[in-house]
């Protein structure tokens, strides 16, 4: 019910609202996305300017997949045990 209230005031014809601001706020937090290959939800601009914005961010991509990629593929698990080491 929460969740649909929420939604109450939500107007798909308004502006999406700019979130990197907020993103490059987290710049001193350790981050890790993975990216589908194939995503059509995450681009490759997009991780692009995360990385701008937090030079430190380890970025993987998921070879062959889209959105979301299965993280119990190929070099994944490594990469993603090595990064919360």
């Keep these: 019910r929460k969740l649909l209230k929420t939604l109450e005031s939500f107007d798909p014809s308004a502006p999406i609202p ?3 601001t ?3 706020g987290l710049a ?3 981050m890790m996305v993975v990216r589908g290959e194939n ?3 995450l681009s490759v601009e997009t991780v692009a300017k995360m990385k701008l914005l ?3 961010m380890v970025a993987a991509t998921a070879a062959g997949q889209g959105h979301a990629p299965m993280l119990w593929t190929a070099e994944l698990p490594e990469r ?3 990064f919360l080491r």
């Design 18 to 20: 700019d979130m990197w």
């Design 22 to 24: 907020q993103f490059g």
């Design 28 to 30: 001193a937090q350790p």
């Design 39 to 41: 995503s059509k939800l």
């Design 54 to 56: 937090h030079p430190k």
């Design 80 to 82: 993603i045990a090595a």
